[in-house]
Nanobody, 124 residues
């Protein structure tokens, strides 16, 4: 099975940028479609972005379209989430998730493997 470790979170001001990374080990990342989810205090875990196994297809929740970009480097076993124009409502713990297969999904239960999360806090 694959192990996932996120990094890159932090405290930023509204309008700033952050780049989250997810490093995979144990199995080749190219075996998995990947996604980022987030969970704010008192809220359910929310889909943010996903990318298929080859990197040729991606999908975003409407609230981050045009601001966030998901990418992957299968040779380096990493997935990234570039977050620009951050807003206070983006504050959450961000999780990297992996599912076996070619194509992405937007529901959390379809992802078998999860990282421990990284905190992103955006101040106004």
């Amino acid at each position: 099975q694959v192990q996932l470790v996120e990094s890159g979170g932090g405290l930023v001001q509204a309008g700033d940028s952050l780049r989250l990374s997810c490093a995979a080990s144990g199995r080749p990342l190219s075996d998995y479609a990947m996604a980022w989810f987030r969970q704010a205090p008192g809220k359910e875990r929310e889909f943010v972005a996903a990318i298929n196994r080859s990197g040729g297809s991606s999908y975003y929740v409407d609230s981050v379209k045009g601001r966030f970009t998901i990418s992957r480097d299968n040779a380096k076993n990493t997935v990234s989430l570039q977050m620009n124009s951050l807003k206070p409502e983006d504050t959450a713990v961000y999780y990297c998730a992996a599912k076996r297969g070619i194509n992405w999904r937007i529901t959390a239960y379809e992802y078998e493997y999860w990282g421990q999360g990284t905190q992103v806090t955006v101040s106004s």
